[in-house]
T-cell receptor
Framework: DSGVTQTPKHLITATGQRVTLRCSPR?????VYWYQQSLDQGLQFLIQ???????AKGNILERFSAQQFPDLHSELNLSSLELGDSALYFC????????????FGPGTRLTVL | GQNIDQPTEMTATEGAIVQINCTYQ??????LFWYQQHAGEAPTFLSY????GLEEKGRFSSFLSRSKGYSYLLLKELQMKDSASYLC??????????FGDGTTLTVKP
């Protein structure tokens, strides 16, 4: 158990819908990272937050957005869902902003039908 | 870009040593991560190299050569539970990580 929690574990929805994935970092970690893992694209970095502020951005689609709240939990919002958005979404946390061990949550498996 | 190349698959025998290579092309990065990921599970951190050289941690060691654009993960005394995917990732100065496609290691008795 990494100490990072993600909800829900599984999510099945339809194209065009919007979903919110939630992540609670390990106690004491200030950074939260979001990743997408699909079979054809491997693990892709989406975005990083540090202490409530956006710190780094990867190839995150405009239909996707995220935020980190004052209690340090984070949410990833995915809208206008497409079939290709079906993937495992991981959240990870670390103490600092870079070069630190990242602890991954168990992931949310999103299926878009 | 940061083209990262790893072998797709490797097979090794229990008790043996295996080296998983990672080559990359990039203009600059902070450090290089190695992660282990068992099928259906989340990645777990193995190592982070900033400086050139070898870093040893138990049965696992990781090596980095910035001038050669090359890293490797060395696994000693292989166990069946080491069968997993091993991901190499570059962390850029901007704080984001770019991952290789991973190497699936199968350990056979």
């Amino acid at each position: 158990d990494s100490g990072v929690t993600q909800t829900p574990k599984h999510l099945i929805t339809a194209t065009g819908q919007r979903v919110t994935l939630r992540c609670s970092p390990r106690s004491g970690d200030l950074s939260v990272y979001w990743y997408q893992q699909s079979l054809d694209q491997g693990l892709q970095f989406l975005i990083q937050y540090y202490n409530g502020e956006e710190r780094a951005k990867g190839n995150i689609l405009e239909r996707f957005s995220a935020q980190q709240f004052p209690d340090l939990h984070s949410e990833l919002n995915l809208s206008s869902l497409e079939l290709g958005d079906s993937a495992l979404y991981f959240c990870a946390s670390s103490v600092g902003t870079g070069g630190n061990e990242q602890f991954f949550g168990p992931g949310t498996r999103l299926t878009v039908l | 870009g940061q083209n990262i190349d790893q072998p797709t698959e490797m097979t090794a025998t229990e008790g043996a040593i295996v080296q998983i290579n990672c080559t990359y092309q990039t203009s600059g990065f902070n450090g290089l991560f190695w992660y282990q990921q068992h099928a259906g599970e989340a990645p777990t951190f193995l190592s982070y190299n900033v400086l050139d050289g070898l870093e040893e941690k138990g049965r696992f060691s990781s090596f980095l050569s910035r001038s050669k654009g090359y890293s490797y993960l060395l696994l000693k005394e292989l166990q069946m539970k080491d069968s997993a995917s091993y991901l190499c990732a570059l962390e850029t100065n901007a704080g984001k990580s770019t991952f290789g496609d991973g190497t699936t290691l199968t350990v056979k008795p």
